[in-house]
C-alpha cells in the first residue's frame, strides 16, 4: 500500500511563510507527477501546482511567484514553499501523485490526508 503523508501546516500572520511537506511512502517503483491543492470552506477543491519527475512546472497564476513546489526525487517527497501568505490562502491543502507500486504495471493516484492552513492576523 502507497500513502502520502503530509506535514508542515499551522497558523501564520499575514506576509508570513510556510513549508509544506508530502512523503510517499510504500512499495513505490515510480511517481510521475506531483502536484498540490487546496480547498477553502464553501469552494472546490484548487490545483495549485504541477511538478513531473523532470520538466516543466505549472501554478495556478494567483500563487505563481509566491508559492514554489519542489521535489526530491530520492525522497518520494514533494514541497510547498509558501511565501507572503495572505488570509485568502486560508484552506486544507493536500499533495497528490500519480505512482507505480511495485509488481504493477498502471499508475494510481494517491491523495494525503490535508494540512490545515491559516492566515490570520
Known amino acids: 500500500q502507497v500513502q502520502l503523508v503530509e506535514s508542515g501546516g499551522g497558523l501564520v500572520q499575514p506576509g508570513g511563510s510556510l513549508r509544506l511537506s508530502c512523503a510517499a511512502n510504500g512499495s513505490i517503483r515510480s511517481i510521475t507527477f506531483m502536484r498540490w491543492y487546496r480547498q477553502a470552506p464553501g469552494r472546490q477543491r484548487e490545483l495549485l501546482a504541477i511538478?513531473?519527475?523532470?520538466?516543466?512546472?505549472n501554478y495556478l497564476p494567483s500563487v505563481k511567484g509566491r508559492f514554489t513546489i519542489s521535489r526530491d526525487n530520492a525522497k518520494n517527497t514533494v514541497y510547498l514553499q509558501m511565501n507572503v501568505l495572505k488570509p485568502e490562502d486560508t484552506a486544507v491543502y493536500y499533495c497528490n501523485a500519480d505512482v507505480l507500486r511495485d509488481g504493477s504495471s498502471l499508475y494510481t493516484e494517491y491523495w494525503g490526508q490535508g494540512t490545515q492552513v491559516t492566515v490570520s492576523p
Open positions: 511538478i513531473p519527475r523532470d520538466g516543466v512546472i
